[in-house]
Each structure stands twice: as C-alpha cells, then as structure tokens.
C-alpha cells in the first residue's frame, strides 16, 4: 500500500520565506539608485554636468551682450563727438573765408567832406538812376563805373553804419554794395585813396555823386 502524504497545515508555509532575499535585494538595489541619483545633483554622476553647464552659462551670455552693448555705444558716442567736432571746425572755416572775403565800407576824407569809401579809402557813388537797390547800370556804363561787388558780405568800417549796409544781386550774379538802399560804385578814373575826381556829373542818364555817412549824396 502507497503511503499517503499527510496535508501540510496552514500555517506552515515556507516559500515566502524564500523570496524573502530576492525583495531584499530589490530594495538594496532601489536604495542604491536612489542614492545614485541624490549623488548627480552633486556632479557626481556625467548626468550632472549639463546642469551645472546650463546654469553658468546664461551668466556668461548675459554679460558678453552687456558688454558688446556698452563698447557699441561708447564707439556711436566718440564718432558723434568727431562728427560735431568736424562740423564746428567746418563751420568755423566757413565763417573765416567769409569773413576774409567781406568787403568793408568806411568813412574817409576828402575835398568833399567826410564821405564813404571801400576798405582802401577809394571813394564810393551812387547814381541817381538807380531809384530802388536793384543797379541801372550795366554794359558800358559799368565799365566806366565799376559796380562795387563782394563775394561773401559786407561790414561795416570807422564811421559807416552797419545798419545802412545791404546787398543785391545783379543781373550777372555778382553781389553790388548797397547803403541806404542805394548801390554803389567806384569810379575808374579815381587811382588814389580818397581821390574823386568826377563828384556831381551827368552820365548814363542819371547824375553821379560821392556818398555821406548818412546814405545821402553830397551835393
């Protein structure tokens, strides 16, 4: 006769004791994962150095732009400076050859009186023609009596009002003198400062006559 194997109770279980070192291990396992992962926010772990590059890097982004930006506007505000420095130094030469170029009526002396001349002491005219700034007399009449002209203004000298002083453009470009509204001319026979040698004569239609300070001809 076989012998029947009496049922093993309950309570008496063993194969879960048996996994007992399988799950222990698990755990040990998972405890040093955890471990490890706790170790990379150290930079222990390969897994840690992007962090850590991330984060130093946007510090150094941050002030190579402040830097480009700061020498960008240092450099826009030296070549301002130079540019206002250029246009004052153009400005100021401009102001020079004008000024160098003006040409000055004055008061001088004469037979007549005190009368006006150009910066030399020759004698200035006017016409009587003439009845407003605008020159009535051109072609051959200004051959005889040369307009007096300046390139860049006038200015006034000892004893000529600045105020009295103008310009007009004649019908060649050329800028005539003007004072007191009237233009003025030289005459060509006159070769010595302070020479008139043909006051209160008829030419040209119009008579011709030295100038007082005042604007007026010397009658």
Do not use: N
């Not at 009496?6 to 194969?15: D, E, I, Q, V």
């Not at 996994?19 to 390969?46: F, I, K, M, Y």
């Amino acid at each position: 006769m076989r012998s029947r194997q009496k049922p093993t109770a309950p309570g008496r279980l063993t194969r879960p004791a048996r996994r007992l070192p399988a799950v222990a291990a698990l755990a040990v396992a998972t405890t040093g994962t955890l471990a490890g992962c706790g170790g990379s926010a150290e930079g222990d772990s390969p897994a840690g150095s992007p962090v850590t590059g991330k984060a130093t890097t946007a510090p150094t982004t941050l002030t190579a732009a402040r830097t480009s930006t700061a020498a960008k506007t240092s450099a826009a505000a030296k070549t301002s400076a130079a540019a206002k420095r250029s246009a004052a130094a153009k400005t100021s030469t401009a102001r020079s050859s004008a000024a160098a170029h003006a040409k000055t009526v004055k008061v001088i002396s004469s037979q007549y009186g005190s009368i006006l001349g150009d910066g030399s002491g020759h004698a200035l005219y006017l016409f009587t023609r003439d009845r407003t700034s605008a020159s009535r007399c051109a072609g051959e009449c200004a051959a005889r009596w040369p307009p007096f002209v300046t390139r860049s203004g006038v200015r006034a000298g000892g004893g000529a009002e600045a105020a009295l002083l103008g310009t007009h453009r004649r019908r060649d470009g050329t800028l005539q003198v003007t004072y007191a509204g009237h233009p003025l001319y030289f005459y060509i026979g006159d070769r010595r400062p302070g020479q008139v040698l043909c006051q209160d004569v008829e030419e040209f239609g119009g008579r011709w006559y030295v100038v007082t300070r005042r604007g007026s001809a010397v009658l």
